[in-house]
């Protein structure tokens, strides 16, 4: 069964950085697109960023030059580093491959 767990979320100040995991089970990771969304209160979930198994990545534009999408295939992991954090970052940040969903872990960005 495949699961995901993120963890790396809590409170930062405006200007500061947080680097999210996502470690996956039960799936061939190498093989499968990660992608990284975020939903703040009121707003629908939006992609944040992905990665391909070949290592390509996208990044919303809102973010660009501000995050990075990575992956360890050997650790089933995928990271989310995020620099330079705004109050607008402020989310839940969810985790996904195909229709896998992990449980959130929630981004506060202090003003």
């Known amino acids: 069964q495949a699961q995901l767990v993120e963890s790396g979320g809590g409170l930062v100040q405006a200007g500061g950085s947080l680097r999210l995991s996502c470690a996956a089970s039960g799936i061939i990771f190498s093989l499968h697109t990660m992608g990284w969304y975020r939903q703040a209160p009121g707003k629908q979930r939006e992609l944040v960023a992905e990665i391909t198994r070949s290592g390509s990545t996208n990044y919303a534009d809102s973010v660009k030059d501000r995050f990075t999408i990575s992956r360890d295939n050997a650790k089933k992991t995928v990271y989310l580093q995020m620099n330079s954090l705004k109050p607008e970052d402020t989310a839940v940040y969810y985790c996904?491959?195909?229709?896998?969903w992990g449980q959130g872990t929630q981004v506060t960005v202090s003003s």
């Open positions: 996904k491959s195909f229709s896998t």
